[in-house]
């Protein structure tokens, strides 16, 4: 009975003081469910206005590591044949009516795509949070029914050109996604962006999220919603698509 003690006691302890795992390794776990080495998707954008109209923006996705990615527009008809290109901090942009291809750099990559409450760098983004942030787990919660560690990310010393420079973030205890994101200014108050995964898909060994949505605070809209139709990972892309002359074809 007297060696017996000890295990009982451990066994009535909280799951959390057992095994608790560190910020690092949350975010280790996040980045191997959601960053992918290669990736084709489809995907619809439902953008809903003020008044509660809604657009909806049907595109199909190729990317290759964390800094090279395609996405071209197939429907509506007026925003068919939109393409935009991502090559490591280079992002160019492709319009059929004009036959123009330009770079959207600086203070542009911000701005709303196609009215929408995503930037064109939210529409890119493929980059490893473990790489950017530095975190602390600062509680536990629950969201839409799952248990949820909370953690505050903040922009490493030496990270440049970050959007958003802070994050709370809920993730998932069970299958490591962020379930919920606060995303800050670098002044850690000013709120810019809501983000939310609603729906998620288990493809493989991986979850991922199958309905997601934004809302950028400083938008008049209700929100937008991007939900993945279809999506395969580990697929051979032909490095020639990734090129500005491959935009206009």
Sequence with gaps: MKNLLPILFLGALPGFLLAQPTAEEI????????VTESAEATSSMIITNRRGRETRITSRSWSMGETTSLVEYLSP???????????????????????????????????????????YEDMVDNGKLLDIYDAAVVGDDVF????????RLRVKEGVDEVTYAQRKVWVDKTRYLPLKEERFAKNGTTLLKNF?????????????????YFKDVLAKG????????????????????????????
């Design 144 to 151: 839409m029914e799952r248990p949820c560690y909370v953690l």
């Design 196 to 212: 939310e995964i609603r729906s998620v898909q288990k493809i493989g060994d991986r979850w991922y999220p199958k309905e997601m």
């Design 77 to 119: 008809a007026r925003e068919k044949g939109v393409k935009m290109l991502r090559l490591e901090d280079v992002l160019w942009m492709y319009t059929p009516q004009a036959d123009r291809v330009i770079q959207i750099s600086g203070h542009m990559l911000r701005q709303s795509v196609s009215g929408s409450d995503l930037s």
């Design 27 to 34: 975010l280790q776990r996040i980045d191997a469910q959601m």
């Design 222 to 249: 209700q929100g937008t919603r991007n939900i993945i139709e279809d999506i395969n990972f580990d697929v051979d892309i032909p490095e020639h698509m990734f090129t500005k002359a491959a935009l206009r074809e």
